[in-house]
């Protein structure tokens, strides 16, 4: 029974540093769960903090190729964002489910690739990113930024047009809004919608 005391003194004891890092974690997973539900909320900081990035950019005048950097991020994320989970068009038919593509196959939910709140919480770390990085002249890289604008555009235009292209192609719509609600009744008899 002694052994066990020794054993135990022996294991080393988290130090004060592990310790507050560790609560310092949880207290931050904790604000993170709690922000779920409350999406137009966790929208309106990212605005903000990106606002905030945008007027500290146009201020100091620099840090372009960090902000392009930023909209090429987003694009990724808003593209994987408006991405089924599974891709119809590198799927077999046999090798499991797919996108109805006729009125009378069964409909099976739009999943996203990216969910809205992995797409929020990415968003917000890259804009943090962005703003960090114009701490530090060693991220002012001299650039002609109309050409980054111009670049930016027509690649926007050209994935986005790929994308919708593939969206009508395969029939899917990544929004809820505007898509056919069914009532039905619940189990006293009353009609209800989903």
Same mark, same amino acid.
């Given at each position: 029974?002694?052994?066990?005391?020794?054993?135990?003194?022996?294991?080393?004891?988290?130090?004060?540093?592990?310790?507050?890092? +560790?609560?310092?974690? %949880?207290?931050?997973?904790?604000?993170?769960?709690?922000?779920? @539900?409350?999406?137009?909320?966790?929208?309106?900081?990212?605005?903000?903090?990106?606002?905030?990035?945008?007027?500290?950019?146009?201020?100091?005048?620099?840090?372009?190729?960090? +902000?392009? $950097?930023?909209?090429?991020?987003?694009?990724?994320?808003?593209?994987? /964002?408006?991405?089924?989970?599974?891709?119809?068009?590198?799927?077999?038919?046999?090798?499991?489910?797919?996108? @109805?593509?006729?009125?009378?196959?069964?409909?099976?939910?739009?999943?996203?690739?990216?969910?809205?709140?992995?797409?929020?919480?990415?968003?917000?770390? $890259?804009?943090?990113?962005?703003?960090?990085? +114009? /701490?530090?002249?060693?991220?002012?890289?001299?650039?002609?930024?109309?050409?980054?604008?111009?670049?930016?555009?027509?690649?926007?235009?050209?994935?986005?047009?790929? %994308?919708?292209?593939?969206?009508?192609?395969?029939?899917?719509?990544?929004?809820?809004?505007?898509? +056919?609600?069914?009532?039905?009744?619940?189990?006293?008899?009353?009609?209800?919608?989903?």
């Amino acid at each position: 029974m002694g052994d066990m005391t020794t054993a135990d003194s022996l294991k080393p004891q988290p130090n004060i540093i592990s310790r507050a890092s +560790t609560r310092l974690g %949880q207290i931050y997973q904790s604000v993170l769960d709690k922000s779920t @539900p409350h999406t137009a909320a966790r929208w309106i900081f990212t605005l903000v903090v990106f606002v905030s990035y945008a007027i500290r950019v146009y201020l100091l005048k620099g840090w372009y190729i960090v +902000t392009y $950097a930023l909209g090429i991020y987003y694009l990724n994320l808003f593209i994987a /964002f408006l991405s089924p989970k599974v891709d119809p068009s590198m799927e077999d038919n046999e090798d499991g489910p797919s996108l @109805p593509t006729r009125s009378s196959e069964e409909f099976r939910p739009f999943i996203r690739r990216l969910p809205e709140f992995k797409f929020w919480y990415s968003g917000t770390k $890259a804009i943090v990113i962005a703003m960090t990085c +114009t /701490f530090f002249e060693a991220f002012n890289v001299p650039v002609f930024w109309p050409i980054l604008v111009m670049y930016f555009i027509i690649l926007f235009c050209i994935t986005m047009k790929r %994308q919708i292209k593939h969206m009508i192609k395969y029939r899917y719509l990544p929004f809820t809004h505007g898509k +056919t609600k069914y009532k039905g009744k619940d189990d006293s008899g009353k009609v209800f919608s989903s």
